[in-house]
């Protein structure tokens, strides 16, 4: 029995220690941080009126004045683009709302009479001149608009990474011949 322990304990005894494996495992986070270069600024512009072309024409009035004023904060280099304009009847508080589940649509006479007109458009603004978009936001809404929203971004980073990445393959490379 003993002559059994020692052959069965003679590969690990000869093994030596240039033929064991060291092994190290290196975990690391980290976060970076980093201004925004690009600003994006959201809103929306209402224009009323008795007339839907009034409503329209009080929109046209201050969709300029704020093009101009984002133009002038901003530069030419800002981004400006705008949405659909829709315009919707507006009726007097005390209709029922008929725009719900399971609603009907209410003649328009009486509470439900149109009163006026609701001329809608959303725009936004996309710029680098971050050091103005708060700025400009406060001009946007000083000027009538309501904001829907603002929000910065780091922009330079992905364009860098980007720039840095090989372009890409149709087929895998083909493989060496030795």
């Keep these: 029995m003993m002559l059994l322990l020692g052959l069965a304990a003679t590969p690990a005894m000869a093994q030596s220690a240039d033929e064991r494996v060291s092994l190290i495992q290196v975990i690391g986070v980290g976060t970076v ?3 925004p270069d690009m600003a994006t600024i959201s809103y929306s512009v209402i224009g009323e009126g008795k007339t839907a ?4 024409v009080a929109l046209a009035t201050k969709q300029r004045a704020i093009v101009a004023e984002l133009t002038a904060l901003l530069g030419r280099g800002a981004q400006l683009s705008s ?9 007097s508080d005390k209709c029922e709302n008929f725009t719900g589940y399971n609603s009907r649509p ?4 009486g509470d439900c009479a149109v009163t006026g007109y609701i001329a809608i ?3 936004t603004a996309r710029t680098g ?3 103005r ?3 400009a936001v406060g001009a946007v809404a000083r000027l009538g608009a309501r904001m829907r929203g603002y929000r910065g971004s780091r922009c330079a980073i992905q364009r860098k990474h980007n720039a840095a990445q090989p372009p890409p393959r149709s087929l895998p490379p083909a493989p060496r011949r030795r």
Excluded: K, M, Y
């Excluded at 072309?53 to 329209?56: G, L, P, R, T």
């Excluded at 949405?83 to 009726?91: C, D, L, N, P």
């Excluded at 209410?106 to 006479?109: A, I, K, V, Y």
């Design 133 to 135: 978009a708060g700025t």
């Design 33 to 35: 941080s980093t201004p």
């Design 129 to 131: 001149a971050v050091d």
């Design 83 to 91: 949405g659909e304009v829709s315009v919707i009847e507006a009726r």
């Design 53 to 56: 072309d009034d409503a329209s």
């Design 121 to 123: 458009w959303q725009g």
């Design 106 to 109: 209410r003649l328009s006479e």
